[in-house]
Nanobody
Framework: DVQLVESGGGSVQAGGSLTLSCAAGRYTYKRNCMGWFRQRPGKDREGLAV????????TYADSVKGRFIITRDKAKDLVYLQMNGLQPEDTGMYYC????????????????????WGQGTQVTVS
């Protein structure tokens, strides 16, 4: 089945950048929507960016708009989250998610369950 593997997390100083990668393996038809979420210490999981692959449409949280960019490399079958201008409040566990459908607004707000989740990668900003 679909297995999502995140990478690229680490420690960075405030103002720095990181690019996270999500490898999704096989079953492309099961991944029409890809998203990035994070869970900060003591907080609920929150949506950061969602990409509707079929429609090439993206949506972002206000807190990251203009700083984070979600992209997909079709040839490598990777989804990225480029993060610029990182701040200490961006510290948290970052997760990749995939869904066969793409009801973006509901998925972004976690009002619908995603079909697949990765294990997460830690980002620490100091």
């Amino acid at each position: 089945d679909v297995q999502l593997v995140e990478s690229g997390g680490g420690s960075v100083q405030a103002g720095g950048s990181l690019t996270l990668s999500c490898a999704a393996g096989r079953y492309t038809y099961k991944r029409n929507c890809m998203g990035w979420f994070r869970q900060r210490p003591g907080k609920d999981r929150e949506g950061l960016a969602v990409l509707w692959i079929g429609g090439a449409t993206t949506t972002y949280a206000d807190s990251v708009k203009g700083r984070f960019i979600i992209t997909r490399d079709k040839a490598k079958d990777l989804v990225y989250l480029q993060m610029n201008g990182l701040q200490p409040e961006d510290t948290g566990m970052y997760y990749c998610a995939a869904d066969r459908g793409c009801r973006m607004r509901l998925l972004f707000r976690l009002l619908l369950p995603w079909d697949y989740w990765g294990q997460g990668t830690q980002v620490t900003v100091s």
